[in-house]
C-alpha cells in the first residue's frame, strides 16, 4: 500500500514539474529572473544558487557575456578573435581597462574571466577590504593575464589557461588609502595580521567565482600570487 501510495506521488510531482515547465515556455508562468536559469546574469546582484550556472553560459556565448559585462562598471573593448598555429588562439576576449579599481596595466581577457572578475570584486575583493580595513581597494596589481606558453613554462605539456588569455595573477592589492598589502611579504600569518586575514578571505572569495585558484599554500611556484582562472578543472588551494 505505501509503496503503491509513493509511486503515485512521485507521478504527480513529475506532472506537476511538467507542467510547470510548459507553462514557463508557454509564458504563462511569468519566472522573476532572479529564479530563472535561462535569464542573463546580473553581474551587480547578490549571487545564488543559479549564479555559476549562468556564468557558465556567459562562458560560452561572448555577446551575451558582454552584454552582461555593459551593465557594470568594468570599462572594455571587444576584441577581435585571433587564431593562432601554436595553440593559443584567442577567443571572445576583451580588453580591460579599469572598474571602479585601477590596475597596474590594463589586460586582455576571455569575457568569462572578466565577468568572474566583475563577481570576485564586487562579492568578495572589496568586502574583505572592507571588513578588515574599513575601506575599499583602490588598485590591483596584477602579473599578467595573456603567454602562449605550458604550465609552469616547462617545454612539454599541456597549455596554461594563459595562453588563451583565461587566467590572471595577482600580487598585491592597494587599499585608498596607500596602505599595500602583498602576497609574497603579507602571506604569513608572522606579519600584520590583518594582511594576513584579508588574503586568505580574498583567496577564499575567489573560490566562489573562478574554476582555479592557486596560491603561497599551493606551491613555491605561486608564493608571491594568486592564480585564477577559468579552465576545466576545479581547485581551491
Same mark, same amino acid.
Given at each position: 500500500?505505501?509503496?503503491?501510495?509513493?509511486?503515485?506521488?512521485?507521478?504527480?510531482?513529475?506532472?506537476?514539474?511538467?507542467?510547470?515547465?510548459?507553462?514557463?515556455?508557454?509564458?504563462?508562468?511569468?519566472?522573476?529572473?532572479?529564479?530563472?536559469?535561462?535569464?542573463?546574469?546580473?553581474?551587480?546582484?547578490?549571487?545564488?544558487?543559479?549564479?555559476?550556472?549562468?556564468?557558465?553560459?556567459?562562458?560560452?556565448?561572448?555577446?551575451?557575456?558582454?552584454?552582461?559585462?555593459?551593465?557594470?562598471?568594468?570599462?572594455?573593448?571587444?576584441?577581435?578573435?585571433?587564431?593562432?598555429?601554436?595553440?593559443?588562439? *584567442?577567443? $571572445?576576449? +576583451?580588453?580591460?581597462?579599469? =572598474?571602479? #579599481?585601477?590596475?597596474?596595466?590594463?589586460?586582455?581577457? @576571455?569575457?568569462?574571466?572578466?565577468?568572474?572578475?566583475?563577481?570576485?570584486?564586487?562579492?568578495?575583493?572589496?568586502?574583505?577590504?572592507?571588513?578588515?580595513?574599513?575601506?575599499?581597494?583602490?588598485?590591483?596589481?596584477?602579473?599578467?593575464?595573456?603567454?602562449?606558453?605550458?604550465?609552469?613554462?616547462?617545454?612539454?605539456?599541456?597549455?596554461?589557461?594563459?595562453?588563451?588569455?583565461?587566467?590572471?595573477? *595577482?600580487? $598585491?592589492? +592597494?587599499?585608498?588609502?596607500? =596602505?599595500? #598589502?602583498?602576497?609574497?611579504?603579507?602571506?604569513?600569518? @608572522?606579519?600584520?595580521?590583518?594582511?594576513?586575514?584579508?588574503?586568505?578571505?580574498?583567496?577564499?572569495?575567489?573560490?566562489?567565482?573562478?574554476?582555479?585558484?592557486?596560491?603561497?599554500?599551493?606551491?613555491?611556484?605561486?608564493?608571491?600570487?594568486?592564480?585564477?582562472?577559468?579552465?576545466?578543472?576545479?581547485?581551491?588551494?
Amino acid at each position: 500500500m505505501m509503496a503503491r501510495l509513493l509511486r503515485w506521488l512521485a507521478l504527480l510531482v513529475l506532472l506537476a514539474l511538467a507542467g510547470a515547465t510548459a507553462g514557463v515556455w508557454g509564458g504563462l508562468i511569468v519566472v522573476p529572473p532572479r529564479y530563472d536559469p535561462w535569464a542573463p546574469l546580473d553581474l551587480r546582484a547578490e549571487p545564488d544558487w543559479l549564479t555559476g550556472f549562468k556564468l557558465s553560459r556567459l562562458e560560452r556565448d561572448p555577446e551575451l557575456c558582454r552584454a552582461a559585462l555593459g551593465n557594470t562598471n568594468l570599462r572594455f573593448t571587444p576584441m577581435p578573435d585571433r587564431p593562432s598555429d601554436e595553440n593559443c588562439a *584567442l577567443q $571572445g576576449v +576583451v580588453r580591460v581597462s579599469r =572598474t571602479d #579599481i585601477t590596475f597596474s596595466s590594463g589586460f586582455i581577457a @576571455t569575457c568569462g574571466l572578466a565577468a568572474a572578475w566583475t563577481l570576485f570584486e564586487t562579492h568578495a575583493l572589496q568586502p574583505a577590504a572592507q571588513t578588515h580595513f574599513g575601506q575599499k581597494v583602490a588598485r590591483v596589481e596584477h602579473l599578467g593575464t595573456y603567454a602562449c606558453r605550458n604550465v609552469y613554462g616547462r617545454a612539454e605539456g599541456r597549455r596554461s589557461e594563459h595562453a588563451g588569455a583565461n587566467a590572471i595573477d *595577482l600580487g $598585491g592589492f +592597494v587599499l585608498a588609502d596607500g =596602505t599595500r #598589502i602583498s602576497v609574497l611579504n603579507d602571506w604569513k600569518k @608572522t606579519g600584520d595580521a590583518r594582511k594576513a586575514a584579508f588574503l586568505r578571505d580574498v583567496r577564499d572569495g575567489a573560490c566562489r567565482f573562478f574554476d582555479v585558484v592557486l596560491g603561497p599554500d599551493y606551491n613555491e611556484a605561486h608564493r608571491n600570487h594568486f592564480h585564477l582562472d577559468m579552465g576545466v578543472f576545479s581547485t581551491c588551494r
